[in-house]
């Protein structure tokens, strides 16, 4: 393969990396997702220069609001970090000693959290650890496929600092109560609404529709560093942002990765999104003709369930192919290049194909890979099934 379909491939060459081809969609294990590259060019010229990190972020606040709408905003090291100083910020407000003693609780503060448990997931990790971080306690609302308004009003009491609601393709995708109707009962009673929209293209909708404060992750859709994004109201986001002189400290981000969320959420307003859109569609388009050709295999163009604009292959592998959807999974990725596909529901029979991280020429690429694996003979664990093992994470580093 061509060196110039792979940017740094010669780095993870020197480095005795795998060239992985990722259409698996924006995921952390893979490095996120294939960085703008004004924000590349933001960060190298940032590194350099000292700057007052309060007015970088003050500026990045600027951005953010013009973005999301919301009053305020700053930059963190994540998503997951932007759960643990919002929750945090609205259990200490403005109180210095507070944000000093968490994850310890002072008697004057509330700690309770709710979080509807169809929304209690992992994305890499637990959810609700991000509320516990920040000496928060966790009040799960109703059952994980059917949640009512009282479940909410119920939970709802004078120790309640906040209500966590998770936006992600991994919660329960019906019977939870709506953004809307959670905003409804949180406002009237005080307890602001925190949205976990991490991996959402939508950047004022949230707030819209009755967020106080939402969060989103910089390196998915954006194409930017890894980092989060707070943003909402402002008294929320100051509080949130005070949490850098107590928990926020173990989450800093640095001058270079604020530059380069700046810069990419500037680059996010010029973006040709129907360009990209048009090239996702082709590649789709490809997949879905060599996959319906190859026996055993059948495929369906899905839209993305919580609604970003981005479609993806479903790619449902049946026995008679010789393959589990696990299996042939395993196969893609033990080839050359190796590929990995979107297969955390493959206990279901199928996988999805992402389109949305590819550099030119990887669509061929994967279709070439589809075939070829299937016209070969069948690797000895073809018939392979999930299997939930902590093996090979127990084997790091070696
Ligand atoms: C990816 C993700 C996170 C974690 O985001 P980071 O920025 O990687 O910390 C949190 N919540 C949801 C729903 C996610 O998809």
């Known amino acids: ?78 998503c997951a970090a932007g759960i643990s100083m919002s929750i945090a910020g609205a259990m200490t407000g403005t109180d210095f000693l507070a944000i000093e003693k968490l994850p310890d609780r002072t008697c004057s503060l509330k700690n309770e959290v709710i979080l509807q448990l169809g929304h209690a997931v992992n994305y890499g990790a637990p959810v609700d650890q991000s509320i516990r971080l920040a000496g928060g306690k966790v009040v799960l609302a109703g059952t994980a496929t059917q949640v009512m308004p009282y479940h909410i009003e119920s939970a709802i009491n004078e120790n309640t600092a906040a209500l966590l609601f998770v936006v992600s393709h991994h919660t329960v995708q019906f019977g939870q109560v709506s953004l809307e109707q959670v905003a409804e009962i949180c406002r009237p009673r005080g307890v602001p609404v925190i949205v976990d929209a991490a991996s959402e293209y939508d950047l004022r909708g949230f707030l819209d529709r009755g967020a106080d404060i939402v969060i989103y992750s910089g390196h998915k859709f954006l ?23 107590g928990i926020g400290r173990g989450m800093k981000v640095g001058k270079e990765s604020i530059a380069g969320v700046m810069a990419a959420l500037e680059a996010w307003e010029k973006r040709d ?9 082709a590649a789709l388009d490809l997949w879905q003709k060599t996959v319906n050709a190859l026996p055993g295999l ?41 590929i990995v596909v979107r297969d955390h529901e493959a206990e279901l029979g199928f996988f999805f194909l992402d389109p949305c991280n590819l550099h030119p020429g990887e669509a061929e690429v994967v279709a070439d890979a589809l075939t070829r694996v299937m016209n070969a003979p069948r690797p000895d664990d073809a018939m392979a099934l999930p299997r939930h093992t902590t093996a090979k994470a127990l084997r790091w580093p070696d």
């Open 273 to 281: 999104h129907d360009g990209i859109r048009a090239r996702e569609t």
């Open 223 to 245: 194409s930017g560093p890894t980092s989060g994004i707070v943003a909402g109201r402002k008294d929320l986001v100051r509080a949130a942002y005070l949490q850098n002189k």
């Open 298 to 338: 059948h495929a369906t163009i899905l839209p993305d369930p919580t609604h970003n604009p981005l479609d993806r292959l479903e790619v449902v592998v049946s026995p008679d192919s010789g393959f589990t959807a696990t299996g042939l999974a395993k196969a893609l990725a033990a080839g050359e290049p190796p």
């Open 1 to 78: 393969m061509s060196a110039s379909l792979h940017h740094n491939s010669d780095y993870r060459a020197r480095h005795g990396l795998r060239s992985v081809i990722n259409v698996s969609g924006t995921m952390t294990s893979l490095g996120a997702s294939i960085m703008h590259e004004d924000a590349i060019a933001a960060m190298a010229e940032i590194a350099p220069q000292w700057v007052e990190m309060d007015d970088l972020q003050r500026r990045a606040s600027a951005v953010i609001s013009r973005l999301t709408g919301g009053e305020a905003g700053f930059v963190t090291a994540c």
